[in-house]
T-cell receptor, first 112, second 116 residues
Framework: QKEVEQDPGPLSVPEGAIVSLNCTYSNSAFQYFMWYRQYSRKGPELLMYTYSSGNKEDGRFTAQVDKSSKYISLFIRDSQPSDSATYLCAMSGGTGGFKTIFGAGTRLFVKA | SAVISQKPSRDICQRGTSLTIQCQVDSQVTMMFWYRQQPGQSLTLIATANQGSEATYESGFVIDKFPISRPNLTFSTLTVSNMSPEDSSIYLC?????????????FGSGTRLTVV
């Protein structure tokens, strides 16, 4: 079993839709949870960062962590064509130290 | 946050040859990281490069195959040696960042390597 599981998609939605991207993980010791956005032919860029459980909101983006279920989510409201990218979840901390483990990424297409 | 320039952006190489990838950061950083991103796979850390010491390699990666140099605090190279088609991948360098109180990484644009 992989430490971090992420549906590769692709996920295709119309402009304006609410998008939900998810990851599950197996290491209950993870404390730091991140979402990266990667445009085609670019490196990943840090989008959201959450420590432990709870929600964090930044503009149209909301990151949610449910440690009891080992499940994290990224919600995108009012999605735009410019949101079309691959979204990677990442996590670190606990017994694995601060080594960051990445999901394989979900490819998102937002259609105008 | 730091800006990373990575080159080449892509290359097609013959098997058995070597390719050196360069990574330049616009500020001094203690650690630089090299990752591999294969299609459909998660980002995998190859090694951590500290200036003035040997790079630290992750399980499954060895110095003979992926020698790394770190001559100063703004520059590093990764060489992919004696390449085979299985080495076809995107290679990325990265550094630690703290943005708005969040700890993470910033990445170069990557080197897309195809071995034929």
């Amino acid at each position: 079993q992989k430490e971090v599981e992420q549906d590769p998609g692709p996920l295709s939605v119309p402009e304006g839709a609410i998008v939900s991207l998810n990851c599950t993980y197996s290491n209950s010791a993870f404390q730091y949870f991140m979402w990266y956005r990667q445009y085609s032919r670019k490196g990943p860029e840090l989008l959201m960062y959450t420590y432990s459980s709870g929600n964090k909101e930044d503009g149209r983006f909301t990151a949610q962590v449910d440690k009891s279920s080992k499940y994290i989510s990224l919600f995108i409201r009012d999605s735009q064509p410019s949101d079309s990218a691959t979204y990677l979840c990442a996590m670190s901390g606990g017994t694995g130290g601060f080594k960051t483990i990445f999901g394989a990424g979900t490819r998102l297409f937002v259609k105008a | 946050s730091a800006v990373i320039s990575q080159k080449p952006s892509r290359d097609i190489c013959q098997r058995g040859t070597s390719l050196t990838i360069q990574c330049q950061v616009d500020s001094q950083v203690t650690m630089m990281f090299w990752y591999r991103q294969q299609p459909g796979q998660s980002l995998t850390l190859i090694a951590t490069a500290n200036q003035g010491s040997e790079a630290t390699y992750e399980s499954g990666f060895v110095i003979d195959k992926f020698p790394i140099s770190r001559p100063n605090l703004t520059f590093s190279t990764l060489t992919v040696s004696n390449m085979s088609p299985e080495d076809s991948s995107i290679y990325l360098c990265s550094v630690d960042i703290t943005v708005r109180g969040a700890d993470g990484y910033t990445f170069g644009s990557g080197t897309r390597l195809t071995v034929v």
